[in-house]
């Protein structure tokens, strides 16, 4: 080690085969649509892998038509499956979040349209 660096050989990145890439983005796709489902149309919801310093990681991402863009990252550490379950947890938690920066955004002082 020189510092803080480790050396090349104590590197721990993950490869993913094209199948298992295939795999994750459909995994993602799924989560994308999920958190899309449950969302106005005003609300862009997108998905990407990216290759980091320590392998692949896996983003779906939200941008509320006011606030900040909200994110989720997976980063694959051999197994690409995501559970149904916490495919599920992450549209929620995604969707959730971005209701809250409109929320946020909005705020409480202004006069609601129906009753």
Known sequence: ??????????????ELTSE?????????????????ELLPGEFVVGSEIIEGSNG???TVAV???VGA???????????VDIADDEREDIA?????SAALQVKSMVGDDHTPTAR
């Open 63 to 65: 941008q509320p038509p």
């Open 69 to 79: 863009m909200v994110s989720a990252d997976y980063t694959p550490d051999g197994n």
């Open 92 to 96: 929620v938690g995604l969707a959730a």
């Open 56 to 58: 692949p990681r896996a």
């Open 1 to 14: 080690m020189y510092g803080n660096l480790p050396s090349q050989s104590e590197s721990t990145s993950v």
């Open 20 to 36: 298992e890439r295939k795999h994750l983005r459909a995994e993602l796709t799924s989560v994308a649509n999920r958190t899309r």
